[in-house]
């Protein structure tokens, strides 16, 4: 009997070393993978433009509009040709129109036109335009050096980008009402 109980261990120790363990049941189907989706293709790049073709030109921003500007021209400031070249220059390249006037505290038509140009009115009409103030009184012989030759007082003249008249000019003595100096000089501001 001790033989049969050795031939019995031996099978069950034969069957035990010769068994596989259960093989794992297999996973379900997973979902088929599907193909990425291809990127969108890039479109055709642009055709480089011809070399003289005239070139795209981005659009400059709007420009605000600036304020009638008035500036007393100060004979403490320096000379009258270095701030009338100053003030041209500023305003030239601000797109103002700039205009010298040559006028007097005591002359009454340049009083009148000091008055027309403080009104709300007239200041929100005269947009982009400077007025420099010169007491011909304490500028006289500055302004004739620099061409500036007026007989009569107040005058108007049209500046350029250096400060030296452009050769347009107005003459403000015989304006004798409001009507008069509204008309004769905010035209000439305008450049009408």
């Given at each position: 009997m001790k033989r049969l109980l050795c031939c019995v261990c031996l099978l069950v120790a034969c069957?035990?070393?010769?068994?596989?363990?259960?093989?794992?049941?297999?996973?379900?189907?997973?979902?088929?993978?599907?193909?990425?989706?291809?990127?969108?293709?890039?479109?055709?790049?642009?055709?480089?433009?011809?070399?003289?073709?005239?070139?795209?030109?981005?659009a400059e921003p709007e420009r605000t509009p600036k304020p009638l500007s008035i500036?007393?021209?100060?004979p403490d400031a320096g000379p009258l040709g270095h701030q009338l070249k100053l003030h041209a220059k500023r305003a030239a390249k601000d797109g103002q129109r700039v205009v010298l006037e040559m006028g007097a505290p005591w002359c009454p038509p340049c009083k009148r036109a000091k008055k027309l140009l403080a009104e709300d009115a007239v200041k929100a009409e005269l947009e982009d335009v400077v007025v420099l103030r010169a007491n011909s009184d304490v500028w006289g012989e500055?302004?004739?050096d620099l061409g500036f030759n007026a007989p009569v007082i107040p005058v108007y003249y049209l500046l350029d980008g250096t400060g030296a008249p452009a050769g347009e000019s107005v003459r403000g003595d015989r304006w004798k009402s409001h009507d008069q100096v509204r008309k004769g000089l905010l035209a000439f501001l305008r450049g009408v």
């Open positions: 069957d035990v070393s010769e068994s596989q363990p259960p093989e794992a049941s297999p996973e379900p189907d997973a979902a088929p993978v599907s193909k990425p989706a291809e990127p969108p293709t890039d479109p055709k790049p642009e055709a480089s433009p011809e070399p003289d073709a005239p070139q795209p030109v981005d500036v007393d021209i100060d500055d302004l004739d």
